[in-house]
């Protein structure tokens, strides 16, 4: 770090000079603007970038040689959630892994194939992160997540094999919203200028980017009831009525976690991490009665109860996330997107 002196010219102005490689590499001329702006510590950020525009960057992916299928959607993946804008999948890729490209362009929330020829295919962001803050993304996953338990349980009351199928496919839905939480939270951890055009501070942000983590695992919680509840549906019994409960408080202790987290609850959070025990008994229940029933039925209830409990304590750590981020000395403001005064978009 170089120490520059500040000096007064003017009689009232403050100024440093700026370093001469910096200015140089940036090709920054005399009069030319350049931005400043203030960081949440106190420290200034200047930035040669003083339009609304986020940096782009561009990754290439290599599908020639041994690349299998598996390993170039990762690829992709990984690049989409490290922030790049521009990714292009270079070596003539086979068929295979065009199709495989085309999918992951498909499940990704604003990525599109813009060009695309024998040797190359080229896949551009047209999403601007701002449009999609934090906050409508984390209510987003919480409305898609709740109605699949909901639908998880209904689906063994009614037996409705159908509707446990439409839960397993939803949850591609919630991925990919957890994809965009984690890129957005990439590209502030990366870029404080764009952390402050998102009106987001990199620590708020990686508050979001864990909660998103712990709505996606609940979500595939809930995709792990469905296809559990395939496996016993034609002989249900007496199971229904202990599922149905202990699936009620792991949703309203879910709901009241998402709400504190938004609202900025603390007391709300802390009260709903020690009603996280109140589960405890329920699950049992359930584990009681799969032991009265033939081997892989047992297996498929267990695994019923232990997904209910885990979205419970799933839900604990959203209300963790909750009193870290709104706890502490009591000064942490919402930003933009965080609206302590608005209602849950729960569903009806």
């Keep these: 770090m170089e120490i520059r002196k500040v000096q007064l010219t003017g ?18 001329r005399k009069n030319e603007p350049v931005g400043v702006e203030i960081s949440p510590d106190g420290s200034l950020i200047i930035t040669p970038r003083v339009s609304d525009e986020y940096v782009r960057r561009a990754k290439v992916i290599d599908a020639g040689g041994a690349m299998d299928e598996s390993f170039l959607l990762r690829m992709l993946i990984s690049a989409y959630i490290m922030g790049y804008t521009e990714i292009r999948v270079v070596g003539s890729p086979p068929s295979n892994l065009r199709k495989v490209v085309r999918k992951f362009a498909k499940m990704a929330i604003g990525e ?4 695309e020829t024998p040797s190359y295919i080229l896949i551009k962001d047209l999403l601007n992160p ?5 906050g409508s993304s984390i209510r987003r996953m919480y409305v898609l997540v709740r109605g699949m338990l909901e639908d998880a349980i209904a689906s063994l009351r009614e037996g409705d094999a159908d509707l446990a199928r439409d839960v397993v496919a939803r949850d591609d839905e919630v991925d990919r919203l957890h994809w965009l939480v984690a890129r957005q939270h990439s590209m502030v951890a990366s870029n404080l200028t764009f952390a402050e055009k998102m009106g987001v501070p990199a620590l708020q942000a990686g508050h979001y980017f864990l909660v998103s983590r712990y709505v996606e695992r609940i979500g595939d919680h809930a ?7 395939l496996e ?12 149905e409960r202990a699936g009620a408080v792991a949703i309203e202790i879910f709901d009241r976690s998402i709400e504190a987290f938004l609202r900025g609850d603390v007391e709300g959070a802390n009260r709903n991490i020690e009603s ?9 229940e359930i584990h009681s009665l799969a032991l009265t029933r033939p081997g892989e039925m047992a297996i498929s209830l267990a695994y019923i109860a232990e997904s209910i409990r885990r979205v419970g304590e799933y839900s604990s750590d959203i209300s963790e996330c909750a009193l870290n981020m709104w ?3 009591g000064k942490w403001r919402p930003g933009r997107d965080l609206n302590p005064g608005r209602g849950l978009d729960r569903p009806a």
Excluded: Q
């Design 11 to 28: 009689g009232s102005s403050y100024v440093i000079t700026l370093p001469k490689e910096w200015v140089r590499a940036h090709n920054i």
């Design 112 to 115: 599109e194939i813009v060009e």
């Design 130 to 134: 701002r449009e999609m803050p934090f």
């Design 223 to 229: 995709v792990r009831i469905a296809e559990n509840v």
């Design 232 to 243: 016993v549906m034609d002989s249900v019994g007496n199971i229904v009525p202990p599922v």
């Design 276 to 284: 996280v025990g109140e589960l405890v008994p329920l699950c049992e």
């Design 327 to 329: 706890g502490g000395d």
